[in-house]
């Protein structure tokens, strides 16, 4: 089943003919082998990978999606769209939205306003990582590349696992792997570009290209190299950059983020030359040694060989706080400043995520549904939103936000809604927490969605409240996310109910889960203050069972 209409529709704000763009998306198991072994995937229309979407900007999207899964709920989540005005279509289970169980469908509606580099993913437990995952790509006539470019190629990293998550995720949240080795994350079986191995990407010589790069993996950081061509950033994040030129220095990604590069070819096709994408272990342990290598190829000549033996001796990156963004904008003026204190620590005998101490556990009510069942008086008071780690912020806010990691793991944080300022991130590990005093800060910090806090060390990031609703701040490392490491900003919510909807295909998938659409974290209608009820990190089954996994048990 694949219905695509395309509608034209005169789009008054931008004084643009802008498209609405509609999908229907059957989700269900296909099998695909991207790295040579054959497993169940999850497909969207019987195919894998899952589509590139490419709209303009103003353009609106309305994906209807039917989960026919069979065993598992879902939801998708369109990262680094701020979806203002439209914060119920964020697509996070359990925050802004019911899962959808299977059998049933829900209706994704709203218009880009960002041009940029994007994706997007299943948000319900630890499922992308099973290939529910994809570009989202918004066009821009007024991006500062336009007029440079001959061609756009869109390119994923991702690493790969042979086995499903759901069983991985059950023993990597037992008692028993806290036990063997202190709760460490699977390792995966490969890395992809692309979702394959050895993708030949075409190219013809003496031309520009702009590669738009998305790290879409469960777990790793990749380094990117394309060999013997050098490259110009020009956007992080959907956030347009000044050109910089990285020369010798590389770029690293973490799991959510985005780099666009221009790239310009040889002027003749004489060779092939690779383009290799290497786990940059320094992200993700830095003791263990491993390593997990991708390649792809500029190919000039299909009917010349592909090279091999790409390697890099020296590995020096750039700062990505070196940038400077097109906007030039200088950094906020805060009003308010929050200090997280994050880390990774055993709860019940289980390795769990924490923010401030405190593991995130999902309410049994999303939490923008809470946030929309009461008024404001009440839907200020962060303790309605029970154990999702809640930060109340008012509009018209400027949020300092100084994130520690305590942990001896970097770790690449995401915030729903927003991008955000990086004033500090230092470069070293082992740096202790935020003194409290900035140092020399850009006159012109990037803003980016998704930064990584090195181990031990910390980030400040400023970010403007301007943009009601419900919005995670969370690691994007699936295993991390499933392991609770998570806050929940509930921004605006005196004015959430004149912008947030409750749609009927999204009441509908409630209703069918099932799962409360009213009340707070608990389901508690009558009394908000009573949290009596709420999931907790130990779960008590109905026969005596004792389930960890509460992270999943919506
Ligand atoms: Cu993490």
Request: proline share 8%.
């Amino acid at each position: 089943m694949f219905l695509f209409f395309t509608l034209l529709v005169l789009h008054s704000a931008l004084g643009a003919i802008a498209t609405t763009h509609r999908y229907d998306w059957e989700l269900s198991w296909v099998t695909a082998a991207p790295d040579g072994f054959s497993r169940p995937v999850i497909g969207v229309n019987g195919e894998f990978p899952s589509p590139t979407i490419t709209v303009m900007k103003g353009d609106r999207l309305i994906i209807k999606v039917h989960n026919e899964l069979g065993n598992q709920s879902t939801a998708v989540h369109w990262h680094g769209i701020h979806q203002r005005g439209s914060p119920e279509m964020d697509g996070a289970a359990g925050v802004t939205q019911c899962p959808i169980p299977t059998g049933a469908s829900f209706t994704y509606d709203f218009t880009l306003e960002q041009g940029g580099t994007f994706w997007y993913h299943s948000h319900y437990g630890g499922q992308y990582p099973d290939g529910l995952r994809g570009a989202l790509i918004v066009k821009d006539p007024d991006a500062p590349w336009a007029g440079r470019v001959d061609e756009e190629i869109t390119m994923t990293l991702s690493d790969w696992y042979h086995p499903r998550m759901p069983p991985l995720l059950n023993e990597y949240l037992s008692p028993e792997r806290y036990q063997a080795n202190d709760g460490h994350e699977h390792f995966p079986s490969s890395a992809l570009i692309n979702d394959r191995q050895g993708d030949r990407i075409q190219v013809r010589p003496n031309k520009t290209y702009l590669f738009r790069i998305i790290n879409i993996a469960n777990f790793l950081s990749f380094t990117i190299l394309f060999d013997q061509h050098p490259f110009t950033v020009v956007e992080i994040d959907g956030i347009y950059m000044e050109d910089f030129h990285a020369r010798e220095r590389l770029s690293r990604l973490a799991v959510g983020q985005r780099i666009s590069v221009l790239v310009r070819t040889k002027p003749v096709a004489s060779y092939n030359f690779e383009i290799l994408s290497f786990s940059d272990v320094s992200l993700v342990s830095p003791t263990e040694g491993l390593s997990w290598n991708s390649t792809a190829y500029l190919t000039y000549d299909g009917s010349r060989p592909t090279p091999t033996g790409l390697s890099i001796a020296d590995l020096r990156y750039y700062d990505e706080l070196e940038l400077v963004p097109l906007s030039r904008e200088a950094p906020f003026k805060p009003n308010k400043q929050i200090v997280l204190q994050t880390s990774m620590e055993g709860i019940n005998s289980v390795i769990r995520g924490t923010v401030d101490g405190k593991t995130y556990l999902p309410p049994k009510v999303p939490s923008l549904y809470t946030a929309l069942s009461f008024d404001s008086d009440v839907t200020r008071n962060p303790r309605i939103y029970g154990h999702t780690n809640p930060i109340v912020i008012r509009l018209g806010d400027v949020v300092q936000m100084v994130i520690n990691n305590n942990h001896d793991h970097p770790h690449p944080w995401h915030l729903h809604g927003h991008t955000f300022q990086v004033l500090e991130r230092p470069l070293d590990s082992n740096t202790g927490p935020f003194s409290g005093t900035l140092g020399p800060i850009s006159a012109t910090p990037i803003q980016r969605d998704t930064v990584v806090i090195l181990p031990e060390s910390y980030v400040v990031i400023r970010f403007k409240a301007d943009n009601p609703g419900v919005w995670l701040l969370h690691c994007h490392i699936e295993w991390h996310i499933e392991g609770g490491m998570t806050a929940t900003i509930v921004e605006a919510p005196d004015e959430l109910p004149d912008i947030a909807q409750l749609h009927p295909s999204h009441i509908n998938a409630c209703k069918q889960y099932p799962m409360d659409y009213i009340g707070n974290a608990a389901g508690k209608v009558d009394n908000p203050l009573n949290l009596t009820g709420v999931h907790e990190c130990v779960v008590q089954g109905s026969d005596g069972s004792v389930s960890y996994r509460c992270s999943l048990t919506y």
